[in-house]
């Protein structure tokens, strides 16, 4: 009788568990987007501390500048030059430096083949304050709207859209002059002819939102050892056309559950029910006879 009852329960239980996972399904980010190396990205990185490092990542494009013909020293002058203009900008964010926050050294990020630097906060509030109101470069804190979306029957999501931190065209060209300036200058300072700006034409603007929690979600996702990824790509012409982005956060469906433990605790105890009785009446059948 245990046996029948337990039985019974266990499957039940693990054919509500099956539904619920259905309305929990994303999708998981292609690397090859993530790590795209011909983009101009921004890296939010919020840890557990409460503390906030947003770097700025301008693309050496080295690859394409190999099948232009360049050899590696004309291609390591270059990012020489690259780093000099991002350097100069890094400066401008450090006159502008308030309480909490830090601009830290121009570096090199091998994954990404570009160069950029990171401003980190203390927490929420310096960053805001370090932008003082600016809702592009401060991630779009003040933009956020939120509204419940269609989704599966034992899970709810609510879908949180805010402003791409790269929120114009405009945007979008300013970031590509830091790198165009620093092409012209190499150009001059190589004797070569600058015929090099049609290689940022194809660019991509990335935005990788990463915290310690995974109940943010975005159509493209991914983990590393220490934070989960939100990350979104757009094109100059996306952005021109639409600068939102959408996050999603994922909630039990409460009175669904409740009811299905209802119906699944009376469906057992009437399956059992019955399973006892027929038991019973065999037993008594034999012993009569």
């Not at 050892?225 to 100059?236: A, E, L, P, R, S």
């Not at 039990?252 to 605790?265: E, I, L």
């Amino acid at each position: 009788m245990k046996k029948t009852f337990y039985a019974l329960f266990s499957f039940l239980f693990c054919a509500l568990c099956v539904f619920s996972l259905a309305g929990c399904t994303q999708n998981r980010a292609d690397m090859s987007k993530v790590f795209e190396k011909d983009a101009f990205r921004i890296l939010r990185q919020a840890d557990g501390s409460g503390k906030i490092a947003v770097s700025y990542i301008f693309p050496v494009n080295s690859e394409k500048f190999e099948e232009r013909g360049l050899d590696e020293e004309q291609i390591k002058t270059y990012r020489l030059f690259l780093s000099t203009y991002v350097n100069a900008l890094a400066e401008q964010n450090k006159e502008r430096v308030t309480d909490g926050a830090k601009v830290g050294n121009v570096a090199y990020f091998s994954d990404v083949d570009g160069i950029g630097f990171s401003i980190v906060f203390n927490n929420l509030e310096a960053q805001q304050k370090f932008f003082g109101g600016d809702t592009e470069e401060g991630e779009g804190e003040e933009q956020k709207t939120e509204k419940p979306v269609e989704s599966g029957f034992f899970i709810r999501k609510t879908q949180i859209q805010t402003t791409f931190p790269i929120s114009s065209a405009e945007s979008a060209e300013n970031l590509k002059q830091v790198n165009l300036l620093a092409l012209s200058s190499w150009a001059k300072f190589l004797s070569i002819p600058n015929s090099f700006d049609s290689i940022f034409d194809d660019s991509v603007f990335i935005y990788d939102y990463a915290t310690n929690q995974t109940s943010l979600k975005s159509e493209l996702v991914y983990d590393d050892q220490n934070f989960h990824h939100n990350v979104f790509v757009k094109t100059k012409s996306q952005i021109e056309t639409d600068n939102k982005i959408v996050f999603f956060t994922s909630h039990p469906n409460v009175p669904v559950w409740y009811a299905s433990a209802v119906v699944v605790t009376l469906a057992t105890m009437v399956t059992a029910y019955f399973v006892m009785k027929k038991k019973c009446a065999g037993k008594f059948e034999i012993r009569t006879k």
